[in-house]
């Protein structure tokens, strides 16, 4: 099953709604419910594993990150006057960019600087279009206390 299909089932399923057969994509109200599901999970294991400095582990979230943003924006291509797409593309390029550079040279200062850029995109965007009451910020604990995220050698 494709990552679209598993978010595309749990939006229908946060909204209480049957998924018709033709349905192209659902309510626009689903935007926080993916957002808060799917992209603040990866944001947070994202953080956790470069805070420990687990490179093999950041690169995995961020690709996930990716994916579950590009997988948001095919699903919900449009909010209000919004175009999904175009603000991911606008807001958060250049940091998961800047993230990225930083887990391949595994320096945890340009993690730190490149995630602080992330988190403050996600935080410009919500102002933008009047969601200015969700501040996300760097984890201070690991929401999944069953996960370890430092680094293991084999």
């Keep these: 099953m494709s990552n679209r299909s598993i978010v595309l089932i749990a939006v229908a399923a ?17 935007l926080g419910d993916l957002m808060t599901a799917f992209v603040q999970p990866r944001h947070i294991k994202l953080g956790l594993a470069g805070t420990e400095r687990n490179w093999p582990y950041a690169a995995y979230e961020l690709n996930q990150l990716r994916e579950t943003l590009a997988d948001v924006a095919e699903i919900l291509p ?18 998961l960019a ?21 988190t403050a995109a996600c935080n410009a965007c919500h102002q933008s279009y009047d969601r200015a009451a ?18 293991t050698t084999k």
């Design 98 to 118: 800047a993230l990225d550079r930083a887990i391949k040279a595994e320096d945890g200062t340009q993690f730190v600087a490149a995630y602080g850029q992330l």
């Design 134 to 151: 969700i501040v996300i910020q760097p984890a201070t604990v690991a929401a999944f206390p069953d996960q370890d995220f430092r680094r």
């Design 14 to 30: 946060a909204l209480a709604v049957p998924i018709p057969a033709t349905a192209q994509q659902p309510h626009a109200a689903a």
């Design 78 to 95: 449009k909010y209000r006057d919004l175009s999904i797409p175009d603000m991911i593309t606008t807001t958060v390029k250049e940091p």
